[in-house]
Nanobody
């Protein structure tokens, strides 16, 4: 059974840091582009950041550029999201996702979703 499991969420003060992890199981994901989405209260789920299968290419949404860093360790079948200088508007459920392609394609469908992890930023 293929699973993506997020962890590392929690409560953090504005300006602080948090590191999310997405552990994949059931099959290797070294040939899959992966990414993070989030859904804030009362809003639709939105794209945050993605990384190519080999980790050489990344794409960020403007609101997190310079504050968030995506990475992956294919040997561990795990992806990470380092969140620095967090803001109250970063409060959301964060989801990891994987595509079938090696490069992230915003127009392509998501092959696998995680269940999400809550991040709450207090002001």
């Amino acid at each position: 059974q293929v699973q993506l499991v997020e962890s590392g969420g929690g409560l953090v003060q504005a300006g602080g840091s948090l590191r999310l992890s997405c552990a994949a199981s059931g099959r290797p994901f070294s040939n899959n582009a992966m990414g993070w989405f989030r859904r804030a209260p009362g809003k639709e789920r939105e794209f945050v950041v993605a990384i190519s299968s080999g980790g050489s290419r990344t794409v960020y949404t403007d609101s997190v550029k310079g504050r968030f860093t995506i990475s992956r360790d294919n040997a561990k079948n795990t992806m990470y999201l380092q969140m620095n200088s967090v803001r109250p508007e970063d409060t959301a459920v964060y989801y990891c996702a994987a595509q079938f392609s090696k490069s992230w394609n915003r127009d392509a469908s998501i092959a696998y979703w995680g269940q999400g992890t809550q991040v709450t930023v207090s002001s």
